[in-house]
RNA sequence: GCGCGGUUAGCUCAGUGGUAGAGCACCACAUUGACACUGUGGGGGUCACAGGUUCAAACCCUGUAUCGCGCACCA
């Protein structure tokens, strides 16, 4: 380090050092590399998002993932991209444009201007998120980024589409669907939430016709409608209806009708709840999923009830909903009808309700059930992608969210992927309806050759493949004038201007998000060719994300593993948490509770979000952000600068060589620190446990590194002895080369700057740490030869811990007497063992004594203060001046805590079924603390009486 | 309703059977000594509750309470 600032300035170094990576094309991911690959895909975010705590926790992860799999020799892929989220951006163009008052809909545009102006907005706005990525210090390989809407990807999609299709696994059908009154487009069930809804249920009464003067009483929560009910249903084993069950019932809306047309039946259905309400269920087809199947299923038994559609796609009541009601929205044509049924005098009564009612989660509006056209997926491989779950071939982190996924799986139902949007990809299906003979005649003589009516062709004089597909007929017609309706797909988008040309229309609908986003680990490498990097680095490692999109994206991306890869994409899933604030509220815009993480950089530190997330990111937990938590990352980058600063000040070059002669105690205890820290971050890896990692880190680094091992270390480095010095600073150097690249994966910019700043690059392989610490070798735990070599024992750990602990109470001493840290004293050590020079000075040091003066044949007398440990007795002479009385009741009371836990561990040992049942190990150990709180014991008293003289 | 997770110091959380821990916060002391983005010391817990298993339970079992999440939902 060239300047040494006193504190961290992490605006300084940042930029510079992520200039440095991409220049050097340090994530560049080489398909064709001889090292064994690690891979990981982003979770694409919204191509026009911005940064969101959730993406820093994510992303942050992947990336510590990623630098140390490159510290661990592996090639390293991590394949950023952006998603086109359909609905979302759409949204947002479609609002700005209105807000900016250039259209009222969008429809004002037309669909291809308005794609164009979508188009601008992503370009204008797209990069935004992935220049944030790179400001948390994000080691994608940027040269292989990829768009969902990039022409490439498309091809993909529209390829899986069209084979699905041949497959038979996706079709067309007007369906119950959850539709959105508010984007206007069918939704899957995923989109769906429930949420509580406050309301009222309301009890009404329908006269049975064919018993003028007998009513029924129903209850509803929807009211509005009435209009749409075809039937009422009751239990057939319900005792009370079950009679009636055949006749008729009036129904009271739309007033209008004439009589006949009011008839609905009354019809037994065994899904109806005895229990609720009055056991009566109006049944609305068209607007409700129950009641929907209750249709079919007496379409199935031959007696089919009516359907009547009484709300449009904007969720307004149509003509068929009467004068009353039509043109109303939903919510108030409930309080119309209502108070008709009110007028009418059939409102029995309106009770207070909560019920739970599905909301569209992009829009936030409640969804209205209802049949549409619409294009449906039949899940493929569904039963290979539980099992692998399933049967732990991929491993999910936490574990437990296998069983969310073996759930979900084992219910599946058929995905809706049609959305009547217009940002996406549209669906490739051309239809026409027209005669037989319509058809090229090529395509005619196929379909005549094979007797099917479907078959695959070329296009003449091109490479274009077309499927075509009579979907109105199963066989190939016999008669060239028939009536015919065929569905015609291609993969490639000239296919589409021919179909055009023979007068086919292309469907309007677009692909749900997900339809895209499920093939993101092999479209985003070059599928379905077999490039060198699908070959290299499919399937991936690792995959980080969040719960919320267990079904949305990581169950589809299985399954779509298996149905075109026949392998599953991913090794490892890693959920995170979902961040919420300290109170622990899901983060919202509304609530403005969501720091910015760009303001959280500038004022701390990109490393210092980093660490203050993983720190407070157990794996499964939610997390309670706090900025203080990156505070704390930033005082951690601030405390390792320093350090680092203080090896720089005691000047000498770095030089590799450790003398086993002139190691001090503190020197192997540290090593043998660094060692057990190297395993413990080794086994946090391998459970995926970063908070666990973060701790170690702190731990080792702050507490038993800086506070311990460098106060001690002082010792030697102001004395006068150079060559022990120049040994110190070479320990001092091994202990932060490796700190440093413990840290890198975590704290990339500041590891950087200090490997070069302190010189550790120098005499690194180019490739290996010499350029950049981030090929810096991971480092290995201390191996059997080294510890020899270097004589370390845990013995030397013992003694330093014990050593450790006895300057604890030297000082808890001083404390208790009273004496101001600033003020140098004289204590006395009556040493039981050996000890060495530089011990007794290490011990001055950290003491803050004025001297420690050795006297093993010391004999306290009064007014003089005592601790003892392995080592021996401490005694802290008092000239005076000491609170007698309040030593004497910190003493009595830890006299008090001494003899409880006698009595405890007495109490065990006396016990035979104790002593015979417990391991020997244990009750060794029993016995060991036995006599050490023993000796604690009679040290207090000796203590308390030394006070009494 | 079913399932999952949580409940340990003021706060956020570690702790899978053998002496209750960390960080933050708090209190006191220390200011030319790498770092006040600091150091040193300290106080603070009936491990939600009730049973059970065990020589021994924060930890295993059963139940209860409570908070959160997911799935399925009765109109």
């Not at 994000?138 to 768009?147: H, I, K, L, V």
């Not at 508010?182 to 899957?188: E, N, P, R, W, Y």
């Not at 930033?634 to 190691?663: H, Y």
């Amino acid at each position: 380090m060239s300047e040494i600032s006193k504190a961290y300035e992490p605006q300084a170094v940042e930029d510079k050092w992520y200039q440095f990576w991409l220049a050097g094309k340090f994530f560049v991911a080489d398909a064709k590399s001889p090292k064994p690959a690690y891979s990981i895909v982003i979770p694409p975010p919204n191509v026009t998002g911005v940064l969101t705590l959730g993406h820093v926790l994510n992303n942050t992860i992947q990336d510590i993932l990623a630098r140390k799999a490159r510290m661990d020799g592996k090639e390293v892929l991590w394949l950023p991209g952006t998603d086109h989220a359909g609905i979302a951006t759409q949204t947002v163009v479609e609002r700005t444009l209105k807000k900016a008052g250039e259209i009222k809909h969008r429809d004002d545009l037309g669909r291809e201007k308005f794609l164009e102006r979508v188009w601008e907005w992503k370009e204008k706005h797209g990069g935004i998120i992935i220049q944030q990525l790179k400001k948390l210090g994000a080691s994608c390989d940027w040269t292989r980024e990829r768009f969902t809407m990039d022409p490439e990807y498309s091809r993909c999609v529209q390829r899986v589409f069209v084979d699905l299709y041949k497959k038979g696994l996706i079709y067309r059908g007007k369906r119950m669907v959850n539709w959105c009154p508010a984007s206007l487009t069918a939704l899957s069930d995923e989109e769906v939430v429930m949420k509580e809804q406050r309301g009222s249920l309301y009890y009404f009464k329908v006269e049975v016709a064919e018993a003028p003067g007998t009513f029924l009483t129903i209850a509803t929560t929807r009211p509005e409608t009435i209009p749409g009910d075809t039937a009422v249903a009751v239990n057939p084993k319900d005792p009370r209806y079950a009679h009636l069950i055949g006749k008729h019932v009036l129904r009271p809306l739309p007033v209008e009708l004439p009589h006949e047309q009011k008839l609905i039946p009354i019809i037994g259905d065994e899904h109806v709840d005895f229990e609720f309400g009055t056991g009566v269920l109006k049944v609305t087809p068209a607007h409700d999923k129950a009641d929907y199947d209750i249709f079919i299923r007496t379409a199935v038994n031959g007696a089919a009830i009516g359907l009547i559609e009484v709300i449009n796609a904007h969720g307004k009541m149509n003509e068929f909903a009467g004068a009353d009601l039509r043109g109303l929205d939903r919510f108030e044509a409930r309080k119309i009808a209502t108070e008709k049924l009110k007028e009418f005098g059939l409102l029995e009564k309106e009770e207070p309700y909560t019920n739970n009612v599905g909301y569209s989660e992009r829009a936030d509006v409640p969804i209205e059930p209802r049949m549409s056209l619409q294009w449906f997926l039949k899940y493929p491989s569904a039963e290979k992608s539980r099992a692998v779950v399933a049967k732990g071939e991929m491993k999910f982190h936490p574990e437990r969210w296998a069983k969310v996924y073996d759930h979900w799986m084992g219910g599946l139902q058929d995905w809706c992927v049609s959305r009547q949007l217009w940002w996406g990809h549209r669906i490739p299906v051309w239809s026409m309806k027209a005669k037989f003979s319509a058809l090229p005649d090529y395509v005619v003589q196929a379909l005549r050759e094979t007797g099917n009516s479907y078959v695959s062709t070329t296009l003449p004089n091109s490479s274009v493949q077309v499927f075509w597909n009579i979907v109105s007929h199963h066989k190939v017609p016999s008669l060239d004038d028939e009536e015919i309706e065929v569905q015609a797909l291609t993969e490639l988008a000239d296919g589409g201007s021919y179909l055009d040309s023979l007068g086919f229309t292309q469907d309007p609908d677009v692909l749900d998000t997900w339809f895209s986003s499920w093939l993101w680990p092999f479209a985003t490498m070059g599928w379905p060719e077999q490039t060198d990097t699908l070959k290299k680095f499919y399937p991936t490692t690792d995959l980080v994300t969040g719960p919320d999109i267990i079904f949305f994206w990581v169950a589809r991306m299985i399954m779509a593993g298996y149905e075109y890869m026949d392998e599953l994409p991913f090794q490892n899933v890693y959920f995170t948490g979902i961040i919420r604030d300290k109170q622990g509220r899901k983060m919202s815009k509304s609530l403005g509770n969501s720091p910015d993480p760009l303001d959280l950089i500038a004022k701390f530190g990109a490393d210092a979000l980093r660490f203050g997330v993983m720190r407070a990111a157990p794996l499964g937990q939610d997390i309670l952000f706090d900025e203080q938590n990156v505070e704390l990352g930033r005082n951690f980058c601030n405390k390792l600068w320093n350090a680092c600063r203080f090896r720089q000040m005691q000047g000498g070059e770095v030089q590799g060589e450790i003398d086993p002669k002139l190691l001090t105690s503190d020197d192997k205890w540290i090593l043998l620190k660094l060692d057990a820290a190297i395993h413990e971050m080794n086994s946090a890896f391998a459970d995926y446990k970063f908070s666990d990692a973060t701790a170690t880190l702190y731990r080792f680094f702050w507490s038993e590194y800086c506070d311990w091992y460098v106060e001690a270390s002082k010792a030697v480095l102001q004395g006068s002895d150079g060559a022990r010095k120049a040994n110190t600073l070479a320990v001092i150097d091994f202990i932060l080369s490796h700190t440093l690249r413990m840290f890198h994966p975590f704290l990339p910019f500041i590891t950087e700057e200090l490997w070069h700043g302190m010189g550790y690059s120098v005499d690194m392989p180019e490739n290996q740490g010499g350029k950049t610490i981030m090929f810096a070798p991971w480092p290995l735990p201390l191996d059997d030869d080294f510890k020899s070599h270097y004589d370390l024992t845990e013995r030397d750990e013992k003694f330093i811990e014990s050593r450790n602990e006895f300057i604890a109470q030297g000082r808890n001493l001083r404390r208790n007497a009273n004496l101001p840290a600033n003020k140098k004293v004289k204590f006395i050590f009556k040493s039981v063992g050996k000890t060495s020079a530089t011990d007794i000075e290490v011990l001055k040091l950290l003491l803050n004594a004025e001297n420690v003066e050795v006297n093993p044949n010391f004999q306290p007398s009064k007014n003089v203060l005592a601790v003892r440990a392995d080592l021996g007795e401490l005694f802290l002479p008092l000239e005076g001046l000491i609170d007698v009385a309040a030593e004497k009741t910190r003493l009595t009371k830890e006299l008090e805590k001494i003899e409880s836990e006698i009595s405890k561990v007495e109490q065990k040992l006396n016990n035979h079924a104790f002593t015979q049942k417990v391991p020997a190990t244990v009750l060794e150990e029993h016995k060991q603390r036995l006599v050490e709180w023993q000796n604690k014991s009679s040290h207090a008293k000796a203590a308390l009486a030394a006070l009494q003289n």
